[in-house]
Structures are given as C-alpha cells and as structure tokens.
C-alpha cells in the first residue's frame, strides 16, 4: 500500500494497483481508508487487488485463516460498508478455484491469478460466466512468474527456483492436481515429506514450467504473452526475476521487452 501511493504521488496516466494484500493483516475499514486516499490522489487509477494468502505464511505471522470464501466475502462487504473520505477504489479479489471465481463475479470487480496453469483459464472463465455473468468491466488478471533471457534453461532453472515456494503449499498444489499436474505434484509431496527440498526444482517438468510461466527469449517471451491473451486474461500481471541480476536488472529485462 505504501509503495502504491508512492506510484499515485509521482505517476499521472499508469492505472495501478496491489496484486494481493493479505485480508488478515489488517481491518477492512483501515484498508479502505488507506486505499480510498490512495484512489484519490491517483485520479482514480487505484485497484485494489486483495488475497486470504496462505496458511503456512499466516502461521508464521501468528495471523489466524479462517474459511476463505465466507472471509474474504466478509472482507468484501465490510470494505463496501466501511465510513470514509472519498469514493473507494474497484476491488479485486485473488481466486484459482471456481467457487471463488464465482464470488469474485458476483461481489467484487475483478479476479486475479497467481501462478495459474495457462491451459486451465479458459475453462475457468467459462464457468465462471455459466455460473455468476460479471459486469461489463469486470477486471481479468493473472500473476506470471517471467524470466527473459538468451539462456532459455537458465532462465526456466530460475522460474523453478521462484516456484519452489508455491509448490510446498497445499491449495497450490491442489489447484495443480485439479487441473493436470496430479502426477508432478504427488512426487513434489514425496520429496516435501522427505524434507528433499534440493530435489524440488528437478520435479517441476518443462510441461508443467511452460503452463505456468513466462521464461526464454524477449520473443519467446512475447508470444508467450500472446497465448496467455488468447485464453481471455485480460491483464497479463509479469512478476519479472532475472538470471543475471537482482530486481531492478528484471524490471529493466522487461521494460525492455516492449521498447
């Protein structure tokens, strides 16, 4: 939130927004009276982009989860309801599954992806307008973990290594069963039960990489975006590291990209 206003007090056309703050860190009038100043300030290009984490990290904040989709549907309304200073800014929800897709579609403005299986959007969005039909300018976005480099192996061995931390959480893991990966992650839960966490990387398989992932060339890369366009993500959100460089060198590779 503090870097999103910092983006609202020194930026005058970009639309912008969190991806995921975590809805059990803070309370949703104290996260509406932050984001309504920041929607201000901005003009109105604030999205307010909110997220139940994940249990193992909420742990670690001595933060209690509760049941996601009762929560974050509290969260929603608490947020909508909450006495403020200026108008609120959209706020979207994170969602893999289709029960919180749905809600999304019916209570919030928007739905964004971490980590999805490019294959599994389609059908997900499908679903999601069989079962709740969102307005007109329902936000579609997903988070991709990208490496640009000439050095396509280099590139996906640190995709695999960003992803380490994804596969060793349950509802990620799950959501990659429901949709294809049953084999590869079962394996991945042998060597987490083995506490084999070196062995991680070499259990992502390339299929799996590739369906989850933007890594290689700058046009490898590009055509890449272009497919993850064409299953109806309306904005491809690149969560860019680098083989070469910390993050600021990433965000460099991916500005880049589109010079």
Known sequence: MGLCQSIAENTKNIPFGTSIVNIYTRHAQDYASSASYIHEISGGRFRFGVGVSHAPMNDRLSVSTGRPLQDTEKFIHTYKESKRV??????????????????????????????????????????????????????????????????????????????????????????????????????????????????????????????????????????????????GLETPILVPSSTDGGQFKAFEELFDLFT
């Open 86 to 231: 200026g108008e609120l800014p959209p706020i979207i929800i994170a969602a893999m599954r289709d029960k919180m897709i749905t809600l999304g579609a019916r209570e919030s403005d928007g739905i964004v992806f971490a980590n999805a299986a490019r294959s599994a959007i389609a059908g997900s969005l499908q679903r999601m307008n069989e079962n709740q039909k969102p307005q007109s300018d329902f936000f579609i976005g997903g988070m991709i973990p990208t490496c640009i480099s000439t050095d396509r192996e280099a590139a996906a061995s640190v995709n695999r290594k960003t992803l380490s931390m994804y596969v060793g959480l349950p509802n990620y893991r799950n959501y990659w069963k429901s949709v294809g990966y049953k084999n590869e992650m079962e394996r991945i839960e042998v060597a987490l039960s083995k506490k084999d966490y070196a062995s991680l990387p070499s259990l992502m398989t390339d299929e799996w990489l590739e369906d989850v992932s933007l890594f290689g060339s700058s046009s490898e890369v590009k055509e890449g975006i272009e497919k993850w366009y064409e299953t």
